[in-house]
């Protein structure tokens, strides 16, 4: 009889008060008891006995249970309570905020925004499934090592998107409990995906040669090279650890060169007092013993051009 | 004056005298006490009186099957019961004559 149970849940809720089990000593034969009251008439038992929590205060008092304890809040009660107040609080929020962007209330617009928060999640967890099977950076493609990565990416990315969408749709038949179990692992899936966007961001906004000057105190401005003699080296390519070839080594060949540019991807062959000396006369003068010291008092200023 | 607090005091002992010559069922027993006169009385109250008149061990109680709807569970007085109503009727005999003495040499009438 579900109207029976029904109703004996409202009255236990009304009783939550009491402690448990005096609460269920009281409610132990409410079902049957309420069954045979059913049964025995015309009208709901909320027509014929009252409401539940009318009901509820009359049986505390026959039952002889004391009523003053409700004001003697035990945890149930306070957690209840400070439900209730901060739903409240919501609720007002939620009624104020709706006219600033020309909605009635806010979650109007919220609700509106579903589908985007669905696109959005599918992006994210497919990014953090990408990321757990990759190496180093991934971009901003849910990239797999499977065939061209890229291609890989869009497909999966296409595919999450839409799958995302469907669960949407299908996700508001579910029972109130699994639909919150699944949107907060949902959620959780996101999270890597959210922090990737921050590194790929990181990555964009550094740049090589910020972090070149970086070893620098980033006093760095220009690269001048010389020989042991103290002869400035020319068409020369320095390279980092990785091989790859610093900008900052291409100003100080701008001077005139009758030579062609160097090519990229050769390894640095210094060649010794190759082509004239340039003439300008603010080189540093050779030491006989080392390399000159450019951080000394004598700082090198071969070209006002020599720039980073 | 509410009839409902006087009831309070006395529900336990309309109840048990109700249940004096036949047991009853929690429904039945509402019904007895609406035909006796009490007619404020509520559903929840016999229930929770019934239910406490079983903790303090004055009823025992049996579960009689029903053809049709729910089995129902049926009240009786045991020996604690039977004692209970008979002190209890004392006291209120006792309580209700002062009271009619007091009322009557007043010149009240009912």
Redesign the interface.
Known sequence: ?NEVADYVAQVRTALLDLPPDVRD??L???P??L???A??GEGSLTE???PPAA??????????TPSGRRRQTTMDIRLRDAVQRARARLQVVDAKSGPLIGYRKGSDFIRLLRPAWWVARGYLVAMTLAEMNAHDSIGLLPRFDIGDPTVTGVVVLVAFVVGSIWLGRWQDRLARLPRLALVASIVLLCLPGITNLFGVDDDAVGSQFQQVSDYYNGDLDAVYVYDKQGQPLRDVVVFDENGREIGLAWPIVATPSPEPEPTEGIAPEPTESAGPEPTDSAAPEPTDSAAPEPTASGTPEPTPSATG | MDTTQLL?GV?DLAVLAVLKDEDG???DILRRLRAAGLDDV????????L??LF?AGCLTTYVVPSEE?????YYGLNAAGRDQLQRSGKVWRTFASTMDTLLTDRGMVA
């Open positions: 009889m000593e009281l132990e034969d409410l049957e008891h069954a045979e009251v049964a025995e014929r006995l009252g009901y509820a205060v009359e049986l505390r008092a026959a039952a002889g | 309070k529900l069922y929690g429904y509520g559903d929840a109250s016999v229930y929770g009186t239910r406490r903790q709807g729910p089995h129902r569970k």
